[in-house]
């Protein structure tokens, strides 16, 4: 039982971590689409934050991440990114996630 409290534990920083990082990535996209589409209000973007949100709450697996990343794969720009809908790609950005949050965390000596 305390293996599965661990696991649930780990996938909540996880969810932290994809949620700062893709909601950063939709306000990116956001700003740039407003040059091209008028139509793009504040409240689309803060529609679409609500969606992600709702999204990421309910991932309780790696799998769940996966398909996650997948959906919102068009906030991946550059060709080494496109690979996160594969189980490497999701595996390989969420330990990138983690590294620079560990990274961020460190005060220097």
């Known amino acids: 039982m305390a293996y599965n409290n661990n696991i649930m534990k780990n996938i909540e920083v996880i969810k932290d971590l994809l949620h700062t990082d893709l ?20 409240e689309d973007y803060d529609r679409a934050c609500s969606v992600l ?11 769940g991440v996966n398909d996650l990343l997948c959906h919102y794969s068009d906030l991946f720009t ?15 950005y969420v330990i990138d996630l983690l590294v620079k949050s560990c990274k961020s965390n460190v005060e220097p000596v």
């Open 78 to 92: 550059s060709y080494d990114e496109q690979i996160v809908c594969t189980i490497e790609g999701t595996t390989n």
């Open 23 to 42: 909601q950063r990535r939709l306000f990116k996209q956001y700003n740039a689409r407003t040059d091209e589409f008028i139509n793009v209000t504040d």
């Open 53 to 63: 949100l709702s999204d990421i709450t309910v991932i309780k697996t790696m799998n």
